[in-house]
């Protein structure tokens, strides 16, 4: 992981996920230790998300919150070109 992170020590991120026409969307459960941003670049890249949508990240203490979904787009594509890895079909689709 790069010294440049997209938030702060006690951020947290959720993603949106499309479970199909059934289901339609909703957010992945997260336990609070992997709502961080490292795992959330980590899930999408090895496809863990089915049809990611959109990322959130968020500061309740701070009472903010954000669309973070281009930076972690960004990210896991930087991820795998730096690891020279492959991203997940769904990843690639994110």
């Known amino acids: 992981m790069s010294s440049k992170t997209l938030c702060r020590i006690g951020d947290g991120f959720i993603v949106l996920n499309y479970f199909g026409s059934r289901l339609d969307r909703a957010c992945c459960e997260t336990g609070d230790d992997e709502a ?8 999408v890249l090895s496809g863990q998300y089915s049809h990611p949508l959109r990322v ?3 500061n309740t203490a701070e009472g903010w919150s954000r669309d973070a979904t281009e930076d972690i787009a960004r990210a896991v594509f930087d991820r ?4 020279d890895r492959s991203i997940a079909k769904s990843g690639q689709e994110f």
Do not use: D, G, L, P
């Open 80 to 83: 795998a070109h730096s690891e």
């Open 36 to 43: 961080n941003e490292n795992t959330t670049i980590e899930n």
């Open 56 to 58: 959130v990240a968020f």
